[in-house]
């Protein structure tokens, strides 16, 4: 599997070479037109006459053959020196003396081409050629060169500038959070001290358990390790000592169910999703229940980690005013996951409040 795998990256980054190396051909190509053209609109004006179509041909086909000449040789030299400051001295030497080779090879092919094209004579190295080409092929590839080393530096401040939004952004982002986080504890001591005052005199046993679950609920809401996503396993057990706390308070005037697949007790959700939605259903949907009344948390997974909270109190009103619990859930999901949850609030066939969340075991 292994072998496979590295073969596989092999090939793409063959794939990768050859491409890049037809796309550096390719821009000059046309750079080499360009040049040429120019160079034969030049020649045209400082001799005050059109220099003739073939002239033109020659001094097209010079410009394309030395531009093609000097990518090739920097791009091997690059790649095979395997150059990567690419401003540093020996890069810059090594850069120029390709582009002066190329320009030499490109030379003496274009008069071997002229001399089995026409039946000249050839003769090897052209001094005065090399001279005029070398001034126009250095000035160019300077051009060229502070051009990309400009471009290569905006670019870098760019991802910068972007590395330091996405940061930015990141940190806002566990601000709003730990900020709903302390929201949520005022919640939590609230209800459990009003349920262990009840307690301390009518049952210290009982009271002396609630405090002991209460300390718990706060270890895990003090967040030492900054931790916005947490096991179902974690979620579920911290959501069952906080039903132990309302199970004293209300006795047995509530039947309290958890059901969990076990397959999604590795996954991640939310740290605090369920809570607030489960202490929500208590305070408002069971409050005036006083017989048969039944709270059921389940996650189950489909494609996604589907969670639901559903009981048998008053149904929700048509236009449903968000208190706290709803509208920490919207946040903290919204901050989480983007777009890519949905909330649901059902009444028929059971009311219930049904959250979908991208599976991640991560």
């Not at 990141?170 to 005052?197: D, G, R």
């Amino acid at each position: 599997m292994s072998t496979n795998c590295d073969q596989h990256q092999e090939k793409k980054g063959i794939r990768f070479i050859y491409t890049s190396w037809i796309k550096a051909n390719f821009y000059n190509l046309v750079l080499g037109i360009i040049i040429g053209l120019l160079l034969t609109l030049l020649i045209s004006a400082f001799k005050e006459q059109w220099i003739g179509w073939r002239s033109m041909f020659f001094q097209l086909l010079y410009s394309i053959v030395i531009s093609l000449c000097i990518t090739n040789i920097i791009y091997f030299n690059q790649k095979y020196l395997r150059l990567k400051k690419e401003t540093s001295l020996f890069s810059i030497l090594v850069y120029y003396i390709s582009a002066i080779m190329g320009t030499c090879i490109a030379i003496e092919l274009i008069y071997l081409l002229r001399a089995w094209l026409f039946k000249e004579h050839y003769h090897f190295f052209h001094l005065e050629d090399l001279r005029f080409s070398s001034i126009i092929v250095v000035i160019t590839c300077t051009i060229i060169y502070v051009y990309f080393f400009q471009k290569r530096g905006l670019n870098a401040k760019i991802q910068e500038r972007d590395l330091d939004l996405l940061r930015l952004s990141q940190m806002k982002t566990q601000a709003e959070l730990a900020a709903l986080q302390s929201k949520i504890n005022p919640h939590f001591l609230y209800n459990s001290l009003n349920a262990i005052a009840s307690l301390i005199h009518e049952n210290p046993d009982k009271a002396e358990s609630m405090t002991l679950k209460l300390s718990k609920l706060f270890r895990y809401s003090i967040n030492q390790n900054q931790e916005d996503l947490v096991t179902v396993k974690e979620e579920i057990e911290i959501v069952n000592t906080y039903l132990d706390i309302e199970k004293v308070r209300f006795e047995e005037r509530i039947e309290f169910k958890v059901e969990v697949d076990d397959e999604l007790l590795s996954a991640k959700i939310p740290r605090f999703l369920i809570q607030p939605l489960v202490e929500n259903a208590l305070k408002h949907g069971l409050k005036d229940v006083t017989d048969f009344a039944a709270l059921t948390i389940k996650v189950k997974k489909t494609h996604q980690v589907e969670i639901i909270i559903a009981d048998n109190g008053i149904p929700f009103p048509d236009e449903l005013e968000v208190g706290y619990g709803l509208q920490s859930t919207y946040d903290k999901l919204g901050l989480l996951y983007g777009n890519q949850y949905e909330v649901q609030l059902i009444n028929h066939p059971v009311k219930q409040v049904k959250i979908q969340i991208p599976l991640n075991y991560g």
